[in-house]
């Protein structure tokens, strides 16, 4: 059964830094994309990061420069490294599976998703 498990989300102070993961089971992480998004109360799911299985990844705008994104093949693990956070990073990040080659920039090509993890960046 293909599942996707997100954790590592919690509260930290701004200016922090936490480490999103993404465990996949029931299917290789290596041979798909997998993206990150957020969803802050009130607001659409906007895609922060992606990685597809050649490697490749990309941002969105307000993530480049603070959020990395990774992959541990053997772990069939995608982490997503959070640094410098500000309140408005806010939101529950949540992880998901597209087929294809490619990061597909609509989040309805996503046909996977796991149920989140809540951060909540406030001192």
């Known amino acids: 059964q293909l599942q996707l498990v997100e954790s590592g989300g919690g509260l930290v102070q701004p200016g922090g830094s936490l480490r999103l993961s993404c465990a996949a089971s029931?299917?290789?992480?290596?041979?798909?994309?997998i993206g990150w998004f957020r969803q802050a109360p009130g607001k659409e799911r906007e895609r922060v990061s992606c990685i597809n299985r050649s490697g490749n990844t990309n941002y969105a705008g307000s993530a480049e420069g603070q959020f990395t994104i990774s992959r541990d093949n053997a772990g069939n693990t995608v982490y997503l490294q959070m640094n410098s956070l500000r309140p408005e990073d806010s939101a529950v990040y949540y992880c998901?599976?597209?087929?294809?080659?490619?990061?597909?920039?609509?989040?309805?090509?996503?046909?996977?998703w796991g149920q989140g993890t809540p951060v909540t960046v406030s001192s």
């Open positions: 029931g299917f290789s992480l290596a041979y798909n994309v």
């Open positions: 998901a599976l597209a087929h294809g080659s490619l990061c597909p920039a609509d989040l309805w090509r996503y046909n996977y």
